[in-house]
């Protein structure tokens, strides 16, 4: 349960981040669905509920996104509270001092991102802070930074065989790589592609398509259309 919940709080994490708000909200909401009944999963719940929240509050509904950052709060974390928090917190202060152009601070917030990645002994937990480090490297245009991060993410993925997180990973390279990034679509066109057969393998159709849509677009981009 949580490994899938966790990858598609990941996944709408992207989309918020990418600016895909109702895609954003509707993995959260897929999760949220996963996470019912499972107190295991309360930590990460209270991270999918207050990620919501802050879709809402971009989208300029306030109010929706006040509720979400109250039932987030409320969300008790037996056995996972502190990690989990600590992380909410962080992503949370990263996009603010983002927000407020403080980079210094931004950095300060990813090097405790990858501390705390460190010290959980959880590897799915390590995959979502260096993932959530290279995504705010991302936001303030490191892209080099970003993709080291992720890199890593992937390499944590793929050494505990964790397909899921290992195709987000691969996404996320890929997207760093494509168009409005680094608009290198030959390097963007390998990631989607061995994204494409992780998607094929474990059967995941909505990112199986989307991964044919961005291939077909780079072939395009690059004028190979045959």
Known sequence: VLDRGSALVEIGNANRNLGNYLDAIDDLQEALKIFEGDSESDAIKKVALNTIGSVYRQLGDVET????????????SPGKKDKWDKMSFLINQGYYFIEKKNNEKVLEVINKLLDLSKEAGDNVFEVLCLS???????????YPKALGLYNQALAVSRSHSDKGNELIELLNIAKT??????SDYPNALEYYKKALIISEEI???PSE??????????????KEYK
Do not use: H, M, V
């Open 209 to 222: 398509r989307k991964c044919l849509s961005a291939i077909g677009e780079k072939y395009f981009q690059q």
């Open 132 to 142: 959530r480090g290279g995504t705010i490297y991302k936001n303030l245009e490191e």
């Open 203 to 205: 059967g995941d159709k």
């Open 65 to 76: 996104a006040k509720e979400y950052d109250l039932a987030g709060n409320s969300t008790e």
């Open 177 to 182: 790589y494509d168009y409005p990034f680094l």
